[in-house]
């Protein structure tokens, strides 16, 4: 059974960083590209970042340069650092298995507030 798993999630200032983590299980993780995407209030869900399974990166045009998507295949996590967060930034926040049948996780929420 496919199962995505987020945290790192929580209340910080703009201009501060945060780590998120998606853990999976279920199935062979280096195989997958996986992504994160957010869902801001009232607005439909977007894409982040996403890696592939060789490595290789894509970025949303509002995160590039701030936000950095890697993972780590011997422990079936990727990783989100976000750093110089904006107000704007604020929204749940959700994994996904790329490819195949689509997974997702069930989000956690960053909030950037002074």
């Known amino acids: 059974q496919v199962q995505l798993v987020e945290s790192g999630g929580g209340l910080v200032q703009p201009g501060g960083s945060l780590r998120l983590s998606c853990a999976a299980r279920g199935y062979i993780f280096s195989m997958y590209t996986m992504g994160w995407y957010r869902q801001a209030p009232g607005k439909q869900r977007e894409f982040v970042a996403d890696?592939?399974?060789?490595?290789?990166?894509t970025y949303a045009d509002s995160v590039k340069g701030r936000f950095t998507v890697s993972r780590d295949n011997a422990k079936n996590t990727m990783y989100l650092q976000m750093n110089s967060l904006k107000v704007e930034d604020t929204a749940v926040y959700y994994c996904k298995r790329v490819g195949g049948r689509n997974y997702w996780g069930q989000g956690t929420q960053v909030t950037v507030s002074s």
């Open positions: 890696i592939t399974s060789g490595g290789s990166t």
